[in-house]
């Protein structure tokens, strides 16, 4: 009897055990199979037999459309067209630049994910969810997305298809930062206009403070389109990417976007540069930004600087994937940084913990101040206001403080004039190189680049900081830190030589000797870090465990 039911116990088990794998089974192909995208089916299709000139080796043409590199290290590229054949001729101009840049891009992913396996499985749970991802992207952009991925290569395949890379890279901001919070977008942006600015004009500056590695900011792109529907625009991306992070249209309209703190998303919704580059295609003032705002899901929150000559203004669209605010100061000037400021959303439980635990508000007070010492605000005064790494009171809390609005991280920094279609784009290394300066109208107007397409008597001069020790020490301070983090190794004398009044450098120095296992130097080290200005309550917390752990 007793061996009668032990064999019947050891059939169920059998059954459920092949049932659990079966599910198991089905469940991973399920997530296989919609973690793949189908490309776009298209009537017409040739624009794919367009093929590039090459000028010379600074130079690409297709037709009206160009890619090029200037002296300063920026590539400018003209394209237009529909939504497909500006895909297509971006791949065929760009091949290269795509290439390095999903190099780039992929090797600091794998970097930061060093297990095969897990990197794997990653993939798959990316893959499954954005697997409606396509539903939520406009046509237009599914095609123009489509064009560029003809062009890449297919060395990368093991992570998706060609079409599956490009679409899913477009959502790569929003994924990181709703999973972790990374705050990979940590940006500050400002607006003055009316008395607060010279001639009264609308000025706007930002930093774009996205880091995914030095080699992936190296190659900027600054382009201008002139699609076939909307407005003609311009804005600052790279190698196979369509969105807009920073752009101005020819209506006189700004858009620059600023992350804020997200919840774990439950599924895809539209990326946050493809609802930007929507509004800069196609609104004409903040009411029609605001309009295309309100019917996009995003399932993280983000922040839009909007900036309109037909309302002589500045203002904040606040979106999260829930509620939609705009924050308009009331006064001739804005700031923004990484936390909600509107009646509607400053008390949102995300926002509060925001604005206790990271850097946005002390970064916010600092611009607030360096506002207060500008007069009447210039092109040039907001570069030095964009260039300036120091704390509130002007005090030194260390270079590449997260708290100043200048980190040293900066993927590219812009300004915006945009009445008269001016716009100034900054150069390596960081923002502390010139900033170049565009006219759009021009660009326009001409319906291509010309061999010099930037204005040269409007270039601002690089930042004197190039010339000064500090900027020696900066990159000293940069170069033992990634040495630490890829080797676990560092020169200690070098290290506090270079940033001493920076909490991250004892914190460096702690780590390295609980490497050595010299724990009295650890002690000493986290201890002293803890005097310095700390970027973040969460940072803080980790020093004092460690601290804690050493006792």
């Not at 900011?217 to 992070?245: C, D, E, H, L, Q």
Request: aromatic share 12%; proline share 3%.
């Amino acid at each position: 009897m007793q061996k009668k039911w032990f064999k019947r116990f050891v059939k169920i088990l059998l059954y459920s055990l092949g049932i659990f794998v079966l599910l198991l089974l089905g469940l991973g192909l399920y997530i296989y199979r919609v973690s793949e995208v189908q490309p776009p089916f298209l009537n017409d299709t040739r624009a794919i037999q367009l093929k590039r000139t090459v000028a010379d080796s600074v130079r690409y043409t297709i037709n009206n459309n160009v890619l090029q590199k200037n002296k300063y290290g920026l590539y400018e590229m003209y394209l237009e067209g529909d939504g497909f054949e500006r895909g297509v001729i971006f791949g065929k101009l760009g091949e290269e630049l795509i290439r390095y840049q999903e190099e780039a891009f992929t090797k600091e992913i794998q970097r930061m994910v060093p297990n095969p396996s897990y990197l794997k499985f990653l993939k798959y749970v990316v893959g499954f969810m954005n697997r409606d991802l396509e539903d939520h992207v406009l046509p237009e952009y599914r095609n123009e997305i489509y064009g560029v991925s003809i062009s890449a290569d297919q060395k990368f395949n093991w992570i998706g298809s060609k079409y599956t890379r490009q679409l899913n890279y477009h959502a790569a901001h929003d994924i990181g930062h709703a999973l972790s919070n990374m705050m990979l977008v940590g940006c500050t942006s400002f607006a003055t206009w009316n008395n607060r600015s010279v001639d009264s004009q609308l000025i706007i500056g930002r930093n774009f403070d996205f880091y995914v590695g030095d080699d992936f900011a190296r190659n900027k792109i600054v382009a201008f389109y002139k699609p076939k529907n909307g407005i003609p625009f311009m804005s600052v991306t790279w190698g196979g990417f369509i969105g807009v992070v920073s752009g101005m249209n020819a209506a006189g309209l700004t858009v620059t976007i600023n992350a804020a703190k997200s919840s774990i998303p439950s599924g895809a919704a539209t990326p946050v540069s493809l609802v930007a580059r929507e509004i800069l295609q196609y609104a004409h003032n903040i009411d029609e930004a605001y309009a295309i705002a309100k019917k996009r899901t995003m399932f993280v929150s983000e922040s839009f600087l909007i900036g309109s000559v037909a309302d002589n203004k500045a203002v904040v669209i606040e979106k999260t994937p829930d509620e939609l605010a705009i924050y308009d100061s009331g006064k001739n000037e804005i700031s923004c940084a990484n936390h909600y400021q509107s009646k509607v959303l400053e008390h949102q439980s995300l926002n509060e913990e925001q604005k206790k635990r990271s850097a946005s508000v002390y970064r916010y007070q600092r611009l607030e101040e360096l506002l207060q010492g500008v007069n009447q605000n210039t092109p040039q005064q907001t570069a030095a206001i964009l260039r300036d790494y120091r704390g509130k009171g002007n005090a030194d809390i260390g270079l590449t403080n997260e708290k100043a609005i200048n980190q040293f991280i900066c993927h590219h920094s812009i300004i915006f004039e945009p009445k008269k279609q001016l716009v100034w784009v900054s150069t390596s290394p960081w923002q502390m190189g010139a900033y170049v300066c565009y006219d759009l109208k021009k660009i326009v107007a001409q319906n291509t680049l010309n061999p010099l397409a930037y204005e040269e008597d409007l270039v601002i001069a690089p930042d004197t900081f190039l010339q000064a020790k500090s900027f020696t020490d900066v990159q000293t301070y940069l170069k033992n830190e990634q040495t630490f983090l890829r080797q676990k190794s560092l020169d200690p004398e070098a290290l506090k030589e270079s940033n001493p009044n920076y909490y991250d450098t004892y914190r460096l120095l702690g780590d390295y000797y609980v490497i050595l296992n010299q724990k009295d130097k650890a002690v000493e080290n986290y201890q002293k870090a803890l005097q310095f200005e700390i970027a973040t309550e969460d940072e803080r917390e980790a020093i004092q465990r460690k601290l804690k752990e050493m006792k």
